[in-house]
């Protein structure tokens, strides 16, 4: 990654995961939502992804849980662990976190996962 120069864009995104399953998924940074189950999106070369909010909706009738992790050079970081969500209950993460290329944010759940993940986040493009 090189500094910016001056040129470039910063732009305001969203994404959604939808039904997550007992599968990582990994955030996707380009405006779309990732497919549930995919581990391998990471943040593009050039890009520098803030991640503003992320709130965790369950869409079950039992309590489940979820971890959220960062992979940055190969390494995983947790930044919260076995979070327990209750049925149809609502969990907002408002922490800034900051992403550089080849970083990837991974969501996981636990064994029968069924909860919706919405995300907001600003894109740094400098290329």
Do not use: C
């Amino acid at each position: 990654m090189t500094y910016p120069t001056g040129s470039g864009s910063e732009i305001l995104r969203r994404g959604a995961i939808h039904n997550q399953v007992n599968a990582d998924t990994s955030f996707k940074f380009d405006g779309t939502s990732p497919t549930t189950g995919t581990a391998t999106y990471v943040v593009p070369t050039n890009h520098i992804i803030t991640i503003l909010n992320i709130t965790f909706q369950d869409q079950s009738n039992s309590t489940k849980t979820f971890q959220l992790l960062v992979t940055s050079g190969g390494v995983n970081t947790n930044l919260l662990y076995n979070v327990s969500l209750a049925a149809y209950q609502t969990y907002v993460w408002n922490e800034r976190i900051v992403l550089h290329p080849t970083d990837k944010l991974l969501l996981g759940g636990s064994a029968s996962a069924n909860f919706d993940v919405y995300y907001t986040y600003v894109d740094q493009n400098w290329e």
